[in-house]
T-cell receptor
Framework: KQEVTQIPAALSVPEGENLVLNCSFTDSAIYNLQWFRQDPGKGLTSLLLIQSSQREQTSGRLNASLDKSSGRSTLYIAASQPGDSATYLCAVSDGGSNYKLTFGKGTLLTVNP | GAGVSQSPRYKVAKRGQDVALRCDPISGHVSLFWYQQALGQGPEFLTYFQNEAQLDKSGLPSDRFFAERPEGSVSTLKIQRTQQEDSAVYLC???????????FGQGTRLTVV
């Protein structure tokens, strides 16, 4: 059974810092990996989707990398802002049931002004 | 519509009561998913529809949970005889087809008292 782990569980940084969130998964036979953002009381907003054949994706200040063979992904946030404060979730879709997402528990990020 | 819409946003049910949660997916999206998110956890897969066909219901926790999408658009998740452990946020997502990027609604927060 696929398991997704996110480290750290919580992170507090001053505004302007660059930061890295980590995600690991136990079964490397994934179809794709997505990073989501969740604000309190809200649903999930998709940030980046990386296909299993890709190594990274970039959107603005966000860069996500994928090392499928080692079962790892990182989300890099450059020049963090207070508006980046949220919970960041990593999810993988398996090669078998590729429509089904398995999520980590998330990293709660606080960016202090 | 512009996004995935869920209603109600909040529901308080007395233990033993039946509830129905509604999801309006993005127009034209073939695939629809339901996820359950307990407090402090990542979302967990419940069920998957392709048009009106329920192709996977392996994540439904018990036979008290039932989902339908009779016309291949709007979906309803029904929980019979609610229990305290059913308290969670229920998230609906849709995608063009199963393997493409999923877009989530804001969720329904169910509290069973």
């Amino acid at each position: 059974k696929q398991e997704v782990t996110q480290i750290p569980a919580a992170l507090s940084v001053p505004e302007g810092e660059n930061l890295v969130l980590n995600c690991s998964f136990t079964d490397s036979a994934i179809y794709n990996l997505q990073w989501f953002r969740q604000d309190p009381g809200k649903g999930l907003t998709s940030l980046l989707l990386i296909q299993s054949s890709q190594r990274e994706q970039t959107s603005g200040r966000l860069n996500a990398s994928l090392d499928k063979s080692s079962g790892r992904s990182t989300l890099y946030i450059a020049a963090s802002q207070p508006g980046d404060s949220a919970t960041y979730l990593c999810a993988v879709s398996d090669g078998g049931s590729n429509y089904k997402l398995t999520f980590g528990k998330g990293t709660l990020l606080t960016v202090n002004p | 519509g512009a996004g995935v819409s869920q209603s109600p946003r909040y529901k308080v049910a007395k233990r033993g009561q039946d509830v129905a949660l509604r999801c309006d997916p993005i127009s034209g999206h073939v695939s629809l998913f339901w996820y359950q998110q307990a407090l402090g956890q990542g979302p967990e897969f419940l069920t998957y529809f392709q048009n009106e066909a329920q192709l996977d219901k392996s994540g439904l926790p018990s036979d008290r949970f039932f989902a339908e999408r009779p016309e291949g658009s709007v979906s309803t998740l029904k929980i019979q005889r609610t229990q305290q452990e059913d308290s969670a946020v229920y998230l609906c997502a849709s995608s063009l087809v199963g393997i493409t990027e999923a877009f989530f609604g804001q969720g329904t927060r169910l509290t069973v008292v």
